[in-house]
């Protein structure tokens, strides 16, 4: 069995995933309506990999012999003023997720739960490569949003993100 406070954390961290989905959905739905599909396929693609990382943190605790709470999901209500604030949120969001993910390897490291912290590793990497990602794409952003030609080339390079299942399996 997990440490209580491990497992309450990895229950906890289900519900920041599917937020995540449910947060990178909304920025998605924003772009399409402003036209721009290609970062609204972004984000639906983004949206998808949230899902399965809710989906690892449930198989986790329930490989563990654990029951997964579902909570309800916050709703997302933020309205942009332009195109660059969701990047700039998205950016700001996953390094919350990356100090969500740390809290729980805190956790699991001072009660000794090396195999949670094995499980952990895969998650502390990959929020490297999504903040990194999204701070590429507000890097991007602030160096071609303004032009109409470079936006539309941005917008049909982000179009061709294509959805891949997580590397990682349970
Ligand atoms: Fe599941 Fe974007 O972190």
């Not at 195109?83 to 805190?106: C, K, N, R, S």
């Not at 539309?152 to 061709?160: G, P, T």
């Amino acid at each position: 069995m997990l440490d209580a406070k491990v497992a309450e954390l990895l229950n906890v961290q289900v519900n920041k995933e599917f937020y995540s989905a449910y947060l990178y959905l909304d920025f998605s739905n924003y772009y399409t309506e402003q036209g721009l599909n290609g970062f609204a396929n972004w984000y639906r693609v983004q949206a998808q990999e949230e899902r399965d990382h809710a989906i690892l943190f449930m198989q986790y605790l329930q490989n563990n012999g654990c029951k997964v709470t579902l909570e309800a999901i916050d709703k997302p209500d933020q309205k942009f003023a332009s195109f660059a604030e969701p990047l700039e949120a998205g950016y700001q969001h996953e390094q919350y997720v990356t100090g969500l993910i740390h809290t729980i390897y805190d956790a699991a490291n001072s009660v000794k739960d090396f195999r949670t912290m094995q499980f952990l590793d895969w998650f502390v990497k990959e929020q490297g490569e999504e903040e990194t990602n999204a701070d590429d794409l507000v890097k991007k952003f602030s160096l071609f949003g303004s032009d109409a030609r470079a936006l539309y080339m941005l917008d049909s390079e982000l179009a061709k993100r294509n959805y891949s299942a997580p590397s990682l399996t349970l």
